[in-house]
């Protein structure tokens, strides 16, 4: 019974050349083709030993799921309409169009990426990316690495493995999934020194914890989340003033929030100005650059952490090194020289003229525009809203959830979010082209609310 199953499956050729699969071939390689018609008829085999028969559209379909997810799975372009600004599930901080662009020849050709020009010989990877640091925040020098991760544990290993590091319990904290402070810094090599309680540490916490074993004092940014109430901490400058010389001052700055106000985020100008020594903050966040962790400080530091053979783990490529050196160039050329994100949030009340945009998409009864609340998450100002407009997707028929899947089916797939039950769009990043596919895609689904 299983042999006489076995043999009506046909052979592969007869497969890969059926012509049902025909469409397939102007999409993806006859070679993937012939991969997801294997892995299909091994399902098909197994099935019969398993005590099934041969099914010859149940083979087919999974061929064509297969052939599917190879042309489709590949990370896709979205709209996020989620009133995050900068979302760790869709990439943080988008790269600027014109950085991207800028960035082509150099990445899809040779590069002077380690050349000096001038002299032909081997020159520095940081290109103009310090000089741009510095004008930005006042730091001497900067290292750039994979992401703000290794920027803490590559500083932590440079100047206190096997010495102490005071931390406060108040920053004790996790950040995104795995970045535990504890963890990272005996990683590191270091000793953990925990002084102060959650919510209260004092300058004198800090002095009473130095010994002649330690090399730093790590300050981290609470990046999401807030304490409120009765909290204290010592400012920057107070610490800086007060800790003996040969500790160093370190903060995980985080966010990249650089010269621009944002409420919730300390800016980096101002701690190195404050008496910081070495500072570190991720590329894509605020700073709205490609991934990357950035040390800025003092410059025999620097050259410190330039020396640790650590730093060649976690060094970057060059789309890393032109991408970020273009996004800053953009940026101190722009008028307010602020960060794009910084930006969009000052303008997050202007939203409602793209929300009327995009309500055309819809009938009169289905959309409404709504006050609603923007923040810029992805580990920057923490607990901090700003006014901005939604539209309100009303559905007599469907529920919220139903909702948001028909707008993930779209292409490119429209994320929204649900508050209090209803479904809503925020428009506060969406670009013109974006706001045309949103309106389009509201039409296409109007028929279904
Ligand atoms: C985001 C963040 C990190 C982790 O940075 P990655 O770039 O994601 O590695 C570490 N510390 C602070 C304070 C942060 O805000």
Redesign the pocket.
């Known amino acids: 019974m299983k042999n006489t199953e076995m043999r009506k499956i046909p052979q592969m050729d007869s497969i890969i050349n059926d012509p049902r699969l025909e469409q397939w071939a102007g999409k993806i390689s006859r070679k993937l083709v012939t991969a997801a018609v294997r892995s299909a008829v091994e399902h098909s085999r197994k099935s019969i030993m398993d005590g099934g028969i041969y099914d010859e559209s149940e083979l087919y379909a999974n061929i064509e799921k297969l052939c599917g997810r190879l042309y489709g799975k590949r990370i896709r372009p979205v709209i996020n309409g989620t009133g995050v600004l900068l979302h760790t599930n869709m990439g943080r901080s988008p790269i600027m169009k014109e950085a991207w662009d800028d960035c082509e020849a150099v990445n899809t050709g040779y590069s002077s990426l380690e050349l000096s020009l001038k002299t032909g010989k081997r020159g520095k990877r940081n290109g103009l990316i310090p000089f741009f640091i510095n004008i930005l925040t006042g730091a001497e020098g900067c290292a750039v690495v994979n ?3 290794a920027a ?1 544990y590559l500083t932590l290993n440079t100047f206190a493995a096997g010495k102490e590091v005071i931390v406060s319990r108040g920053e004790q904290v996790q ?2 999934g795995g ?1 535990r402070v504890p963890e990272i810094l005996a990683l590191s090599g270091a000793r953990l020194v925990e002084v102060g309680t959650t919510n209260i540490t004092t300058v004198q916490d800090y002095l009473d914890a130095v010994t002649e074993n330690t090399a730093m004092v790590l300050k ?2 609470r ?1 999401n989340f807030a304490v409120r109430g009765f909290v204290s901490e010592p400012a920057i400058a107070e610490l800086s003033a007060a800790l003996p010389r040969g500790v160093i001052l370190a903060v ?1 700055q ?2 990249g929030v650089l010269n621009e106000k944002l409420p919730g985020e300390e800016q980096a100008a101002l701690q190195i100005r404050d008496g910081a020594d070495l500072i570190t903050f ?1 590329g894509d ?1 605020v700073l709205g650059g490609p991934q990357a ?1 950035i040390i800025a400080g003092k410059k025999n530091l620097i050259a410190a952490i330039d020396k640790n053979p650590l730093i060649r783990t976690m060094r970057p490529g060059k789309t890393i090194y032109s991408l970020l050196e273009s996004t800053l160039l953009y940026r101190l050329n722009s008028t307010g020289g602020i960060s794009r994100h910084a930006a969009t949030v000052e303008l997050a009340e202007d939203a409602r003229a793209k929300c009327r945009k995009i309500k055309r998409g819809l009938s009169a009864d289905k959309g409404n525009i709504i006050e609603d609340r923007i923040c810029i998450g992805g ?1 920057s100002t923490p607990d901090q809203y700003f006014d901005s407009w939604s539209l309100e997707i009303i559905s007599e028929k469907r529920s919220a959830e139903s909702i948001l899947g028909l707008l993930r089916e779209a292409s490119p797939p429209v994320i929204a979010k649900i508050k209090d039950n209803s479904v809503l769009i925020n428009p506060a990043v969406f670009t013109e082209e974006e706001q045309k596919h949103v309106r389009n895609v509201l039409s296409e689904i109007d028929g279904k609310l």
Do not use: L, P, T
Request: charged fraction near 10%.
């Open positions: 992401n703000n991760a803490v950040i995104g970045f981290v940014h990046s995980d985080g966010s991720s966040k962790g580990g």
